[in-house]
């Protein structure tokens, strides 16, 4: 497993370290906007509505711009590492297309956009802001567990995505062509699974008072659903390669 995730390392590295620097240029012109004062802030926040308007009644246009273009960044990234393991797996590097290693370089991937994303919006936010909300919040060390689980979690879908574009490529091969098709159709049939199961998690976290047993129900069938996705999509792909 260690040697599989070596052969795939470099190319994860420098997706990584691309992101980085995105982030991180991005957040030093944040900084010039900050001190020119083209970024503005808004201080009054919604009380009990749910979640979602608590957070942009704080956005001004400036800042609801900025943290577009990081949901921007945070897609391309996840996008980007669905699309390199296809990639490393049509070129049969070692590693590539095993479910644990989608999974591992998933979490991985998410883990990355989740720094990025930080990197940002530290940027978008003001100092003020900042502070009022750290002072509501746990300790470092609670929040780096919170981060690192929940880009696990990102990492199953991330990681059956991974697996259902190898399976693509793997069926391509087999057949010499209609990867597009094969493409489109495992989006559609994948994409209304994962669909309706976000629209039930987001339900269950934007709201005035959070249930954490629905949101936990919520959050363990996404789970279920993208090993489910994962684990066929591997079993599939076996049998077309035999």
């Known amino acids: 497993m260690l040697q599989q995730m070596k052969s795939m390392?470099?190319?994860?590295?420098?997706?990584?370290?691309?992101?980085?620097?995105?982030?991180?240029v991005a957040r030093v012109g944040l900084g010039v906007m900050d001190l020119t004062g083209t970024l503005s802030y808004d201080y009054i926040s919604a009380a009990d509505v749910p979640m979602l308007d608590v957070i942009c009644s704080i956005l001004t246009g400036s800042t609801l711009v900025a943290f577009m273009a990081l949901s921007g960044l945070v897609l391309v990234v996840s996008v980007a590492g669905v699309a390199l393991s296809g990639l490393l797996f049509e070129r049969g590097v070692a590693g590539a297309g095993k479910p644990a290693t989608a999974f591992l370089w998933g979490w991985a991937t998410a883990?990355?956009?989740?720094v990025c994303a930080l990197v940002m919006a530290s940027g978008i936010l003001s100092a003020v802001?900042?502070?009022s909300m750290s002072s509501k919040l746990p300790g470092t060390a609670v929040l780096l567990l919170a981060a690192v689980v929940f880009a696990a979690f990102i990492g199953t879908l991330l990681g059956a995505a991974s697996q259902v574009v190898c399976l693509c490529v793997a069926r391509a091969k087999a057949r010499g062509?209609?990867?597009?098709?094969?493409?489109?159709v495992a989006a559609l049939v994948c994409g209304l699974v994962v669909m309706l199961l976000t629209?039930?998690?987001?339900?269950?976290?934007?709201?005035?008072?959070?249930?954490l047993g629905v949101v936990g129900a919520w959050f363990a069938a996404d789970i279920v659903a993208n090993l489910a996705i994962l684990l066929g999509a591997t079993a599939l792909m076996k049998k077309v390669s035999a």
Not at 15 to 21: P, Y
Not at 111 to 114: F, I, S, T
Not at 177 to 184: A, D, K, N, Q, Y
Not at 199 to 211: K, L, M, Y
């Open 9 to 24: 390392a470099r190319p994860y590295g420098a997706l990584f370290a691309l992101s980085l620097v995105v982030a991180l």
């Open 111 to 114: 883990l990355v956009a989740l």
């Open 129 to 131: 802001q900042v502070g």
């Open 177 to 184: 062509t209609g990867f597009g098709r094969t493409l489109v």
């Open 199 to 211: 629209v039930g998690t987001f339900a269950s976290i934007n709201t005035a008072h959070v249930q």
